[in-house]
């Protein structure tokens, strides 16, 4: 009976993953279709042959999408690891030192997750403008290098680790640079993994910010360039969901071969909050 | 530099990067923003005087000002509580560990990982009015981003569907941190699934709610990608958003006292919101 009803629920859950998955699928097969099959009625969700790739070879020569893909990945991958370098050095010094002033550092820190970034984004582009960044990997990273929740995050997990641990390390001769990068991180690595990963994506799929300091299309990324195909003369429906499952399959592989570690992180409570 | 003066600023020293980043790109513009609201600036950022109260007068009189308010006001609060009772649903359903059930996690999970833009892509096909699929699916012959009636329902479809991913892994762990003792004991006292979901999983999950409620209402005030990408506002503003007309005012026009008002107008709101839901929490919120 019990064995009857689990099967049951395990495919409701199934058939609720579809449905909310139903856009994504239908939005990757829709950019097999061709123009003709895309304005026949009735509408169908699956294309008439998976051989039809126009709609991509489109997508990467009309627009430089491999130029895109790269600006994307400098600008994700650098200003992740310069987030979570910052995030930990700031998390090693609120963990294994005493200092003057401690409390208030920590939540001049932490507060600046009550001021959302949208509402900077004006006077941040101004600053970046000013200081001569406009079109700069350097200006679209340069704004997401805090990271509070991650910094936050971290202190969690250095609290965890053992302070004698430190103690005998430092007796040993070890220096503190030393110690965060081949006993503490090394420790902290299924933490540190998720928050790269998570923080990775989210720059991955930034729009708004590289939106308003880039301006040559050189320097777009993915995200802003697949928009942009929406308003060269010619552009149907079709190129348009090719552009848009080209953007949206590097994050979802990278989470998918990662996703253990996530839900993992998660369940052991390190990313509530 | 003596030892002793070394080991004292050791601290600071590696504190002093993010320190640096977070004044110059957090409280400083904050700053700015909020000086820039009540000065006259020229179209380069530069402030050329003191106007008081006059630029937030000016914004207030304007028509755009109440409907973009009225907008994102709503906005925020259909998309949250359907964004919660859709994810705590499905967390309630995925909650207890089945065979396979990796299969229906991941495919829930996903939409954290999908990007915005490229979600929003779809959605301008999916609900096209002559080629898209949901119209044909449900019998409808309706415009909707092309509506003004129909705009601002068509992103909060889109909105919604952005949220699952994320707030149904926080809820699915939420649930699962559960000691099943407890869960157990109510089930021998004869509590039904949906009894004990009232009255012990969700005080006991009450936490993950209150964060979820917070970031999530932040996150909808701040709206603004899939309207800068789908409707620009319309059609007759009624999808128009408090960060698409600071983006507008800001970016667009370089009327940068203006978008300055309404920067700190929407922060405002988002602090209160955050404020409004801690209080709550005073009460109502139970800790394990």
Known sequence: MKRIRDTGLTLLCILLGCLVLFPVFYGLMGAFKTPAEFIAYPPTVLPASFLHTDNFRAVFTQV??????????????????????????AAYAFVFFDFRGKKTLFFLLLGTMMLPADTVIITNYQTVSRLGLLDTYLG?????????????????????SPRPLREAALMDGCGD??????????????????????????????????????????????QVGITMLTTIEGTNYEMVLAASAVAMVPAAVLFLALRRQITRSLSGGALVG | MSERVKKAAKPYLFLLPMVVFAVGFVYYPFLKTAA??????????????FAGWENYRYLFSRREFSIALGNTLRLALINVPVTLVITVFLAFLCAPVRRGHTVYETMLTLPMAVSMASITL???????PSVGYLNYVLGLNIGWYEDRHTAMAG???????????????????????????????????????????????????????LYVLCTNMIQAMMTSGPILILTQGGPSRSTLTMIYLMYTAGYSSANYSLAACVSIVTFLLTL????????????RVHYQ
Request: proline fraction near 4%; glycine fraction near 4%.
């Open chain 2, 122 to 128: 779809v959605f301008k096909v999916l609900l096209n």
């Open chain 2, 36 to 49: 820039q609201s009540v000065s006259n600036v020229n179209f380069r950022g530069e402030i050329t005087g």
């Open chain 2, 272 to 283: 209160t919101c955050t404020l409004i839901l801690f209080l709550m929490e005073r009460k």
């Open chain 1, 64 to 89: 430089p999408m491999l130029r895109y893909f790269l600006n994307s990945f400098i600008v994700a991958a650098s200003s992740t690891v310069i987030r979570l370098v910052l995030a930990v050095f």
């Open chain 1, 140 to 160: 679209m990273g340069i704004v997401s290098f805090v990271g509070a929740s991650q910094m936050f995050m971290l202190r969690q997990q250095f609290m965890m």
């Open chain 1, 177 to 222: 640079m030393r110690f965060i990068v081949s006993i503490l991180t090394p420790l902290c690595m299924p933490a540190l993994a998720t928050l790269f990963l998570q923080s990775f994506i989210a720059q991955w799929n930034a729009y708004l910010w590289p939106l308003l300091v880039t301006n040559t299309n050189a320097m777009r990324t993915v």
């Open chain 2, 155 to 209: 992103i909060l479809m889109l909105t919604v569907w952005m949220g699952i991913g994320f707030n149904f892994l926080l809820f699915l762990s939420a649930f699962r941190s559960i000691p099943p003792d407890i869960l157990g004991s109510a089930e021998l006292d004869g509590a039904g699934k949906f009894r004990t979901l009232f009255a012990i999983q969700l005080p006991l999950i009450s936490p993950t709610v």
